[in-house]
C-alpha cells in the first residue's frame, strides 16, 4: 500500500522530526562540545530499490538498531569514514582506533543519536517505542529483492560537526502496520 | 487596541502550535509568515510588535533577522521559539538581543510566563 | 506469596547480572548472578562504588554509566568489543577452552523523574556459548580463505608452467622442422655449387678458345672468313655473350653460396639438443641470430653494433639465449615502420654481462610496459603471433639467474636490457 501524505502530515511530520533532532544534536553537543549543524528533515515513502540507493554509500559505516512498542521499526545509521578520529578524541576513546575501537564509536554515536531522535519523536505523539541494541550493518551484502516490503515510510535528518569533518546521517524507518498508527497519532494531533 | 503579533516559522504545524499557546484572552491581531524576509516586511509593515521566531527557516533564517533587528533597534519584541537548542544557540540569540528563548516543544505555561515578565500581559 | 514477594525472588534468580546503581554509582541491589559469583551478599554491597569492587575497567563502566544519566538513553557493551568486563571465570570450566565469562551488557535509565534518570540498571548477559561458537566459524573460514587463495596462486602457476612447456614445444617442433628440410637440401644444393664451379672453368676455357680462333682467322687477312666470322659473331651476339655469360655464372654462385649460408645458420640455430649448458661465446650467438633474421632487416633496418672486446665467455645454454636475442631483434624491427635503426651494444663487468638492444621503432606505451612478460600479452592483430616470445625470453633470462628489463618512450623506440651475471657451473645447484 502506498501512503499518501497529506501536505500537511508531511510538514506535521517534518517539524515533529525537526524538534527530535534538536534534542539529539543537543545530547551529542553536550557529550562532545562542539558544534552540531542539522539539515532539513526529510519524509519520504521508498521502495526496496529507493531505499537501497538511498542508504548505500561507500564512503559511510552503517550501524542498524530495532525499536518495538506503539510503532515497530529500525533506525538506520550512516557515519562518515572521515572525521571518525576526531569525533573519537573529542569522545575520550583512545587514538589510533583500531578497527574493534572504532566499530565501538559508531556503535554509540548511532545509539546516542537514534535514542535521542527516536524518543523526542516518540514523546511528542505519545508513542512507546524501546530500541534495542545497534548493530554494525553491511547493505552491500543485501539487494533489493532480499527486502520483504513493498513500501515504507522514511524520516531522514543529517547531523555534521563541522570542525571535525564529520557528517551521520538518521534514517527511522517504519514497518507497515505501523504507519497506520503513526498518521493516526498525527491527525489526531492536528486537530 | 489590538497588539500586532507575528508568528515566523516555516511549518505550519509549528505556527498553529504557537497560535494555540497564546493566552485565550490575550487582545492581538495575528500574522503568519514563513520565512525570514517576511518576517521582516511584516515588521516594517507595523505588524510585529511581538514576534515568534524559529531560528531554521528559508531565505532568511532566524539569526539573520536578529540580527537585521538588532542593528535597526526596532522596539519589536522578539521571542525565539525553535528545536535547535544547543547551547551555542542560545548565546548567540542572546547577543543579538531576544528577549527570551524557548524550546520547542512549546510549553504554553513557559510562553505565558516569558509575556508577563516582558509585561505583554 | 506476595507479588512483591514473587518478583523480588524472580529477579534474584534469573540467569542474567542485574545490578542497580544510583547517581554516585553506589550499589543499591544487584542479584545472586553477582553476589554468589563474588561472594558478597546484597545487603553486603549495599552502599559500596562499582568502581572500586571492580577498579580493572572502571574508566570503561564509568563512561557508559554517565552517559545513561547525562542522556537518558541506553548503552551497550559487546562483547566483540570488550569482552570481559566483569571477570568472572567461564560457565564451562571444564570442557570449554576458554576462562573467562564473555559479556553483553545493557546499560538502561531505571527510574527516571522530570527527565533526569536518578537509578540506571545494568543488565549482564553471559554470551560464552554464542562467543565461542562465533570464533570458532570465523577461524574455519579465515582457514578456508587462506587455503582457496593458496590455491589460486598454485592454479596460476601451473597455467604459467603449461604454457612454458607448449611454446617449449612448438620451438622444438620448428627446429626439428628446420632441421629436416636444411637436411634435404643441402644436397642438392652442394651438386648445384660443384657444377656451377666446372660450368665456370669450362665457359672459361670455351672462351678463351674463341678468342684464340679468333686471332688466327684475323692473321689470314682472309677477306671472305674475316667477314663470315663477323657475320657469325654478330648472329650469335657474341660480344654480348661473352661479358654476360662469366657474370651469369659468377652471380649464380654467389647466390648458391648465400642459400648454403643460410642452411648452415638454419642447422646451426636449430640444434635440436639445446638444454646443454656449456662456455660460449655471446658475441657469435648474436651475430648468427643477425643472419637468421635478415630477411626482417635487410630492406629497412640498419644495424649497428657496439661490441666491447675482449669478452668473456658466458656458462649458459646458447641456443636458448639465441632465440632470446632473435625474439628481441624480430619486434624491434616489427615496430620500426619504415627506415630506422637498430643498436646492440654488448659490455662487461668482472660480474656480468650486459647486452642492450635498442631500436627507433613506435615504442611501448606505460602500461603495456608492464605486462608485455605476461604470457599471451600481444599488441598483434588476432591470428599473428602467439604472445608467448616475451614471457619465454623472461623465463630464459630468469634460468640464467639474470634480469630483463625495458624502457619505452611511445614513438621514439624501446630499450631491452638483458644482464647475466658470469656464471660457473657450480652456480647451477642452487635453486633460482
Redesign the interface.
Known amino acids: 500500500m502506498i501512503y499518501q501524505l497529506s501536505e500537511?502530515q508531511r510538514?506535521?511530520l517534518?517539524?515533529?522530526m525537526?524538534?527530535s533532532?534538536?534534542?539529539a544534536?543537543?545530547?551529542l553537543?553536550?557529550?562532545i562540545g562542539a558544534?552540531?549543524t542539522?539539515s532539513?528533515p526529510l519524509i519520504s515513502s521508498v521502495t526496496p530499490t529507493e531505499f537501497v540507493d538511498m542508504i548505500s554509500s561507500d564512503v559511510m559505516w552503517h550501524t542498524r538498531q530495532s525499536f518495538l512498542g506503539t510503532v515497530k521499526g529500525e533506525v538506520v545509521s550512516l557515519q562518515s569514514h572521515a572525521g571518525c578520529e576526531a569525533i573519537a578524541e573529542l569522545m575520550?576513546y583512545e587514538l589510533p582506533l583500531s578497527d574493534?575501537?572504532r566499530?565501538?564509536l559508531l556503535?554509540?554515536l548511532s545509539?546516542?543519536l537514534a535514542?535521542?531522535c527516536l524518543?523526542g519523536f516518540a514523546e511528542?505523539l505519545e508513542l512507546t517505542t524501546k530500541?534495542s541494541?545497534?548493530t554494525v550493518f553491511e547493505p552491500e551484502k543485501l539487494s533489493p529483492e532480499h527486502y520483504r516490503w513493498a513500501h515504507t515510510l522514511l524520516m531522514e535528518v543529517e547531523f555534521k560537526v563541522e570542525s571535525s569533518h564529520f557528517d551521520s546521517k538518521i534514517v527511522i524507518c517504519l514497518e507497515a502496520e505501523s504507519i497506520s498508527t503513526l498518521l493516526s497519532r498525527l491527525n489526531s494531533?492536528?486537530e | 487596541m489590538p497588539i500586532p503579533v507575528t508568528i515566523a516559522d516555516d511549518s505550519m504545524m509549528s505556527r498553529k502550535v504557537v497560535r494555540r499557546a497564546l493566552p485565550a484572552d490575550w487582545d492581538i491581531e495575528i500574522t503568519e509568515v514563513t520565512n525570514g524576509k517576511e518576517a521582516l516586511e511584516a515588521v516594517e509593515a507595523g505588524k510585529a510588535d511581538v514576534l515568534f521566531l524559529d531560528l531554521t527557516m528559508p531565505e532568511l533564517d532566524g539569526f539573520g533577522v536578529l540580527s537585521y533587528l538588532n542593528e535597526r533597534k526596532t522596539k519589536t519584541i522578539v521571542i525565539v521559539i525553535s528545536a535547535d537548542i544547543q547551547p551555542e544557540a542560545k548565546k548567540l540569540v542572546d547577543k543579538l538581543g531576544a528577549f527570551r528563548f524557548l524550546h520547542k516543544p512549546l510549553n504554553s505555561e513557559q510562553l505565558s510566563q516569558a509575556l508577563t515578565d516582558v509585561g505583554l500581559i | 506469596m506476595t507479588t512483591l514477594a514473587v518478583l523480588e525472588n524472580l529477579t534474584a534468580k534469573l540467569p542474567l547480572g542485574v545490578c542497580v546503581l544510583n547517581e554516585q554509582l553506589e550499589i543499591e541491589y544487584w542479584n545472586d548472578f553477582f553476589a554468589d559469583r563474588l561472594n558478597i551478599s546484597c545487603d553486603q554491597v549495599k552502599g559500596q562504588n562499582l568502581l572500586t569492587l571492580f577498579p580493572n575497567e572502571a574508566k570503561y563502566l564509568k563512561k557508559k554509566i554517565n552517559s545513561v544519566f547525562v542522556l537518558n538513553n541506553a548503552s551497550f557493551s559487546y562483547w566483540e568489543h570488550r569482552p570481559h568486563v566483569f571477570l568472572f571465570s567461564s560457565s564451562r570450566p571444564i570442557t570449554g577452552e576458554e576462562t573467562l565469562m564473555y559479556q553483553n551488557i545493557e546499560f538502561i535509565p531505571l527510574h527516571v523523574s522530570n527527565n533526569v534518570v536518578k537509578t540506571v540498571c545494568m543488565i549482564v548477559q553471559d554470551v560464552t556459548e554464542l562467543a565461542s561458537y562465533y570464533q570458532g566459524k570465523k577461524q574455519l573460514s579465515e582457514e578456508l580463505a587462506q587455503e582457496h587463495s593458496a590455491l589460486l596462486a598454485l592454479n596460476t602457476k601451473l597455467e604459467a608452467a603449461q604454457n612454458q612447456l607448449l611454446q617449449a614445444d612448438k620451438m622444438a617442433a620448428i627446429g626439428q622442422l628446420a632441421a629436416g628440410v636444411a637436411h634435404e637440401i643441402n644436397n642438392p644444393i652442394g651438386f648445384i655449387h660443384s657444377n656451377l664451379q666446372s660450368l665456370q672453368d669450362y665457359s672459361t676455357k670455351l672462351l678463351n678458345l674463341i678468342s684464340f680462333y679468333e686471332k688466327v682467322v684475323n692473321k689470314t687477312q682472309n677477306k671472305t672468313f674475316m667477314a663470315l666470322q663477323q657475320e657469325m659473331q654478330d648472329r650469335s651476339q657474341y660480344s654480348f655473350l661473352r661479358e654476360d655469360m662469366p657474370e651469369l655464372i659468377n652471380e649464380s654462385i654467389t647466390g648458391i653460396d648465400r642459400v648454403t649460408d643460410i642452411i648452415k645458420n638454419l642447422k646451426v640455430f636449430s640444434h635440436v639438443d639445446s638444454s646443454e649448458w656449456q662456455h660460449a661465446n655471446i658475441i657469435e650467438g648474436i651475430e648468427n641470430t643477425l643472419k637468421i633474421a635478415n630477411s626482417q632487416l635487410k630492406y629497412n633496418v640498419e644495424v649497428h653494433r657496439e661490441f666491447q672486446q675482449p669478452l668473456p665467455a658466458l656458462f649458459c645454454q646458447p641456443m636458448q639465449l639465441n632465440q632470446v636475442f632473435l625474439n628481441l631483434i624480430v619486434n624491434s624491427a616489427q615496430a620500426i615502420d619504415g627506415k630506422g635503426h637498430i643498436y646492440i651494444k654488448v659490455s662487461a663487468s668482472s660480474t656480468a654481462l650486459v647486452i642492450e638492444i635498442k631500436d627507433t621503432g613506435c615504442g611501448i606505451s606505460e602500461s603495456a610496459q608492464r605486462k608485455i612478460f605476461e604470457p599471451f600479452y600481444t599488441t598483434k592483430p588476432v591470428g599473428q603471433g602467439t604472445g608467448l616470445g616475451l614471457s619465454l625470453s623472461y623465463s630464459i633470462v630468469q634460468k640464467h639467474k639474470g634480469s630483463i628489463v625495458v624502457s619505452s618512450e611511445l614513438d621514439v623506440g624501446t630499450t631491452f636490457i638483458i644482464t647475466l651475471p658470469l656464471l660457473t657451473p657450480g652456480d647451477l645447484e642452487t635453486p633460482s
Do not use: F, H, V, W
Open positions: 500537511l510538514d506535521a517534518q517539524e515533529l525537526n524538534i533532532m534538536g534534542q544534536a543537543n545530547s553537543a553536550r557529550l558544534k552540531i542539522l532539513i575520550d574493534i575501537t566499530e565501538e556503535l554509540e545509539n546516542i535514542g535521542a524518543n511528542q530500541l541494541m545497534p494531533l492536528l
